[in-house]
């Protein structure tokens, strides 16, 4: 039962810990709550199922064309609706990422309609292991193993590479890495396409768990995600990880224990909680204010 | 005679402006903590179902007035702001945004359980006892709000909000007492919230927890913004638009979602200091009359 439980948690929460990713990386970079992320995960599940249902591809290859084609729509919508008001007050970046959201779910409803789709069966042919009295499916091995290879991916491009230095330099300090020779615009583009892919590979994975894929799926996702991010730390890579599995494996146990019916609730009352103890997150840092 | 009036008013074009009404009490509650004291608060929903319950409550369970009904809801809803103000306004920033909205959530899901709020069915509400038609209660309640949010942004509170607002670490060694304030104000907004969400309980006539999410924090935070934040004329005037928008773009029929999103959009990216971010109403007025402005005119909003 305990065991069941954690891997159930731990499927959920490493789903959660994908698209903090994005809001992470992204705060890291420009400070600004990019509200359109939790709808680029959905586009990304609808991307997913489509090349699944329509073109008859490979999982695999349905979750790469997601990521691919919401890497475009991150740099798109990061180039029409934030780039203008980097320089003004970061409210008003916020209200136009409120406004993106709701531009990018009421045109999912009205393309894909209002209810929720189901993956087809032969999508990936789940079947279950029996470890002591845990029934776990392939499934759920599936997500984790692919959240776990994109994690340490992402990993390896922030810490090896070149553009992941100017990604690191970039968070640390805006202007003084524009004036080393950082091509900045580049490096917030690059970011926006990174968290958008690990966005789209995380809507096609959830649509997978649920067997749903609705219009109205980012939103929830993107406040439980937004709330993982800040509960690890904002703008902390390992934090988001730590704190979407946290909150994956909180909410499941919450719910095992008999509180279904405020599942919404625990994630947040977690994070409140949390930072109360620790008003920076798990594992965020605690920036002096110079005078 | 106030009820003949009211009926002589086409009926859908006074539900628009009660919904506008409604919607300048609730932007201006909102703009008491974020415009004047600076801090983002992602859960005034919370607030406006606190009083929206209360109000609601009140009406089916006692024999009171509506006006003290409105008070009392506004009252209760302050009070629970100033207890959970207490704890989380020591937050600073993007951490408070997202423990208020946090906090909403959690509200939701209580409301959606409890026994007295009738769970996910919601509560009927009765018609408000009073004399006065509804309409007419609310215009009051928009003058008085209009004229408190006037006093307080122009007393010594309300400099000491701005002072906060503008640099925290000036304000305190200034030895303006910043936690006390920020609950005040955290009170205070929350009260205007509560009484926002009792009329509107009472002029929809029917309330459910699942009303108040975060997509009705996001629509008063959208109203100030877009108005321009901090300014009394931009809460009225953004609510007003938002509020009314829904109603004007209904001619596009499914389109009008997408519409309303892309409008956010472009309106930022074009005014983003908001509509009348910046400019000074006052001043303007004066000048028009032929009086000169004292002082210089407010300078563009610092990036925060």
């Known amino acids: ?291 | 005679m106030l009820h003949g009036l009211v009926n002589s008013i086409d009926p859908y074009f006074l539900q628009i402006l009660v919904n506008i009404g409604i919607g300048i009490i609730l932007a201006l509650g909102l703009n008491i903590i974020t415009g004047l004291t600076g801090q983002l608060s992602l859960g005034h929903a919370a607030f406006m179902s606190v009083g929206a319950f209360t109000g609601a409550l009140l009406t089916l369970k006692t024999g009171a007035p509506f006006s003290l009904n409105l008070f009392l809801s506004g009252l209760f809803t302050a009070a629970v702001a100033a207890l959970i103000g207490w704890p989380i306004l020591r937050l600073t920033g993007d951490y408070l945004a997202i423990c208020t909205l946090g906090f909403a959530e959690i509200v939701k899901v209580i409301f959606l359980n409890l026994e007295i709020t009738n769970k996910a069915l919601g509560l009927t509400v009765p018609a408000p006892r009073s004399t006065l038609p509804m309409p007419v209660i609310v215009l009051m309640v928009v003058i008085l709000t209009i004229g408190a949010s006037t006093f307080i942004q122009n007393s010594r509170f309300g400099r000491a909000l701005k002072a906060i607002r503008d640099d925290e670490i000036a304000a305190e060694s200034m030895g303006i007492n910043i936690a006390r304030y920020k609950v005040q104000s955290f009170a205070v907004s929350a009260f205007m919230a509560g009484v926002g969400g009792c009329l509107y309980a009472h002029f929809l006539g029917y309330i459910n927890p699942s009303d108040f999410g975060f997509l009705k924090s996001i629509d008063m935070l959208s109203m100030i913004v877009l108005g321009g934040l901090g300014s009394i004329p931009g809460a009225v005037f953004g609510a007003s638009i938002l509020s009314a928008a829904p109603e004007f773009l209904r001619f596009m029929s499914q389109y009008r979602m997408l519409v309303y999103g892309a409008l956010l959009v472009f309106l930022m990216v074009f005014r983003p200091n908001g509509l009348l971010g910046g400019v000074n109403i006052t001043a303007l007025v004066l000048r028009k009359l032929g009086v000169r402005p004292r002082g210089t005119a407010r300078k563009k909003e610092e990036r925060r």
């Open chain 1, 1 to 291: 039962m305990f065991l069941q439980q954690l891997v159930n948690g731990i499927a959920l929460g490493s789903t959660y810990a994908l698209i903090a990713l994005g809001y992470t990386m992204v705060y890291g970079i420009i400070a600004l709550i990019n509200f359109a992320h939790g709808e680029i995960f959905m586009v990304g599940a609808f991307i997913g199922l489509l090349m699944v249902g329509v073109f008859k591809f490979n999982i695999f290859l349905a979750m790469a064309c997601a990521m691919i084609f919401c890497m475009v729509l991150g740099v798109v919508i990061e180039f029409i609706a934030y780039r203008p008001l980097r320089k003004s007050s970061r409210l008003s970046a916020f209200i136009s990422a409120i406004g993106v959201s709701i531009f990018l779910s009421s045109l999912a409803l009205m393309v894909f309609g209002a209810n929720a789709k189901g993956f087809p069966d032969q999508a990936f042919s789940s079947r279950q292991i029996h470890i002591g009295d845990a029934d776990i499916s392939t499934l759920q091995l599936l997500i984790i193993g692919v959240s776990a290879a994109l994690m340490i991916g992402l990993e390896f491009i922030v810490q090896k590479t070149k553009i992941g230095k100017a990604m690191r330099a970039t968070s640390e300090d805006y202007n003084t890495a524009a004036l080393m020779g950082i091509n900045v615009n580049f490096v917030i583009s690059f970011t926006f396409a990174l968290g958008s892919a690990l966005a789209a590979a995380g809507g096609v994975l959830v649509g997978m768990l649920f067997n749903a894929v609705s219009f109205n799926m980012g939103l929830m996702a993107g406040l439980k995600a937004f709330a993982a991010a800040v509960l690890g730390g904002i703008g902390s890579i390992p934090g988001a990880m730590l704190g979407g599995l946290l909150l994956g494996v909180t909410e499941v146990f919450g719910v095992a224990i008999g509180y279904s019916s405020y599942r919404d609730a625990i994630a947040f009352a977690i994070l409140v909680l949390v930072l109360l103890v620790r008003p920076t997150g798990l594992l965020g840092r605690k920036v002096l204010t110079k005078v």
